[in-house]
Nanobody, 122 residues
Framework: QVQLVESGGGLVQAGGSLRLSCGAS????????LGWFRQAPGKEREFVAA????????RYAETVQGRFTISRANAKNTMYLQMNSLNPGDTAVYYC???????????????WGQGTQVPVSS
């Protein structure tokens, strides 16, 4: 089972950008589909984006389409989330998720990291 660690969170002003990273342990990283979820205060965790093991298939939530970009560097065992044009509605704890089946990732049933906070000020 892969172990995940998110980083890169922090306070950002509305309109700004931030890049999150998700590092993973293990030599089988390239076999895993990966995803980002977020949980805002008082709300349920929601899907943000997902990328297949090869990177050939990518999905985004409608709320972030065109503003966020998911990518991965298999040689570095790392996944990224580039977030642009941030607004206060993006304030949340961001989590990464992993599984060898992409449908499991997009459904939020894979392995979780501990999360990284992203507060967006207005």
């Amino acid at each position: 089972q892969v172990q995940l660690v998110e980083s890169g969170g922090g306070l950002v002003q509305a309109g700004g950008s931030l890049r999150l990273s998700c590092g993973a342990s293990g030599r089988t990283f390239s076999r895993y589909a990966l995803g980002w979820f977020r949980q805002a205060p008082g709300k349920e965790r929601e899907f943000v984006a997902a990328i297949s093991s090869s990177g050939a298939s990518i999905r985004y939530a409608e709320t972030v389409q065109g503003r966020f970009t998911i990518s991965r560097a298999n040689a570095k065992n790392t996944m990224y989330l580039q977030m642009n044009s941030l607004n206060p509605g993006d304030t949340a704890v961001y989590y990464c998720n992993a599984d060898q089946v992409m449908a499991t990732v997009t459904a939020g049933f894979g392995s979780w990291g501990q999360g990284t906070q992203v507060p967006v000020s207005s």
